[in-house]
């Protein structure tokens, strides 16, 4: 290898050498930037239960104006996610479910907003609402900034809503809202099978 010599002195420093082990460690520093492991990705992604055991605790009234806002709330989040998603070069498939949740869950909200007015004259409860948006933040500070994160984050936040509206049969005073849920259930538990087939192939 080839010497550069710097200064006076007849000093010689071996620049190339040096320059050869920079790149190195460059390199070796930008390969170990690995993804986060699945056991910790698993882990941001994972949804609360502070919202989920408040509603436990409610029945008739409480419960359906708990319920409302906590979702109003959730839904919010997966809209949002979604619009993210839409921004992406993602893949039409990807494109296409994500358009699919703004659509339905802008309408579910509109209309749980429109519940509280009409059966409570009442606007959604902030205390409720941040119970599931303090659960969500560490999921909604992820980047969708691909069309595996996006399915990887909308399947537990999909369970979420899953697990709240389940507690609506023995718990709501509402059949309209009863309804809605019992959808929620249906509709999210198949977006869930739709979404882990298409991981498959993201």
């Known amino acids: 290898m ?40 698993a882990q941001t992604m994972k949804m609360g239960t502070k919202g989920t055991e408040t509603l436990k605790s409610l029945k008739g009234r409480d419960f359906d104006i708990a319920f409302l806002s906590q979702m109003i709330a959730h839904h919010e989040a997966a809209v949002d996610m979604a619009r993210k998603a839409l921004a992406l070069n993602a893949k039409p498939k990807t494109k296409e479910m994500a358009q699919k949740v703004i659509d339905a869950q802008t309408k579910e909200i509109a209309q749980m907003t429109g519940w509280l007015k009409e059966w409570f004259q009442a606007e959604p409860s902030s205390e409720q609402q941040n119970l599931v948006r303090d659960e969500m933040k560490a999921m909604m500070e992820m980047p969708i900034d691909s069309d595996r994160m996006f399915y990887e984050a909308m399947i537990p936040h999909h369970q979420g809503a899953i697990e709240m509206s389940e507690l609506a049969a023995s718990r709501s005073d509402k059949a309209e809202l009863k309804s809605m849920a019992a959808q929620i259930i249906q509709d999210q538990k198949a977006e869930i099978e739709q979404y882990q087939q298409l991981l498959k192939t993201s």
């Open 2 to 41: 080839s010497q550069v010599q710097y200064g006076s002195g007849g000093k010689k420093v071996r620049g190339q050498a040096l320059a050869g082990l920079a790149l190195t460690a460059f390199l070796l520093s930008a390969c170990s930037h690995t993804p986060m492991p699945m056991a910790d990705h």
